[in-house]
């Protein structure tokens, strides 16, 4: 639904916009530049929905932190400074909402409608309902109906979290290729991906917004709850594929590409599995047991 325009705003933007800040001078430069801003007022052109609208607005709260806070210099670690973005970028467009009085129920009911719209195009055999369904009511239900109902519902709600998670991975990419595009960039390259860690006192945060999950709260704190809970979880399965990673290095090539394959058939089950990792490098450091190949640094 949003894909086409999370990396114009996520990414490009803020790489386009930090290029420019580095007072670009060769063809390659210019080249990105010039691609960066006709992809982008291209898109703008697009008439958007609310749910584009808002991403849009986050994207460039985002962008504007990102900047800043790359060309502050006082925060080292990219992902502490894409979080403090993400941070400031979910405090703005809060504050975009209640400017323009939207409810976030009314963005909730945009994104619910339509993806049930796509749901029903890409289905019209199951005849399914005008609008998601998500108890039987005494009527002859589907599960495939009923499923469909419960994940549309569910992404609407956690849309603020796929926002921020769009953000987190726009953000990365940005500073890599950035130091990739740019001939004299700012700040430190970005480290490798398999040495991707953080603070091991999140998983407080892990454990605490998981028991709140279990606890019956006021709809809008169950809302909070989940999103961020979504988002903690997201940072774990980028820790765990941090550690797949590292684990790699030393596997010939061939058998990664089959590992690969062989995790097509259970594609939706690797983030969960990569969580977990995640959860137990807390404690057992996995990537000091797997020591790299010579030549490879930690």
Known sequence: ?????????????????????????????????????????????????????????????????????????????????????????????????????????????????????????LFPNFNLPESPVLEDGGNQVTDLVRELSRATVTMGELYPAMLAIYALLGGWLAWTWYHRIAARPLGTPPAPFRSLRFSDHLIWALILLGALVLVTLPPTGTIVVRNLLLVVVALYAARGGAVLRTAMIPAPRFLVVILCLAAVPVLALVPLGCAVLGVADTWLDLRRRVPPPLGVSQ
């Open 1 to 121: 639904m949003v894909a086409p325009t999370v990396a114009p705003f996520f990414f490009l933007a803020p790489t386009v916009l930090l290029v420019l800040l580095s007072r670009p001078t060769t063809l390659r430069e210019w080249i990105w530049i010039a691609l960066g801003v006709t992809i982008i007022g291209a898109i703008l052109q697009v008439p958007a929905t609310l749910p584009e609208q808002t991403l849009r607005a986050a994207g460039v709260f985002f962008t504007g932190a990102y900047v800043v806070t790359a060309l502050g210099n006082r925060l080292q670690s990219l992902l502490t400074r894409t979080l403090v973005s993400i941070g400031v970028a979910a405090v703005a467009t809060i504050g975009w909402f209640l400017k323009l009085g939207i409810a976030f129920q009314q963005l909730k009911t945009e994104i619910v409608t339509t993806t049930w719209t796509g749901w029903r195009t």
